[in-house]
């Protein structure tokens, strides 16, 4: 689907916007648009994924932050699954992936279950 995002009267790239089922790829240069209901198959997939930290995460102000705010949890509670490899976070394909850009950009090493192909 890489070529949905080049305008095709220009070459811009396309802005993504998502409303529900529909996609809509608008050019910001030339105002070019097209709307789609097509699912990508990662909207299409109801796995639960599972994301737990690395064996061997350290635990220090950095994780414990990162965990209390993944999960909700207190800063006592966050220590513990930090140490045990807990879950972290659990949710669809989608948020998954989000997720896991943003683990990625803290630089945390991280766990996806089941294998998490997007
Ligand atoms: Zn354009």
Known sequence: ??????????????????????VTYTCPNCGWSVATTEWEPIDLDETKYEIRLAEGTPVN???LSLVSRMTGKNFIDSKKAIEACGVIYV???RVILEQKDFLAKQGVAFVIEPNFPY
Request: net charge positive.
């Open 1 to 22: 689907m890489e070529k949905n995002n080049i305008c095709e009267k220009c070459g811009a790239e396309l802005r993504v916007d998502r409303c529900g089922c529909a």
């Open 61 to 63: 102000k950095e994780t």
């Open 91 to 93: 949710g669809k394909a």
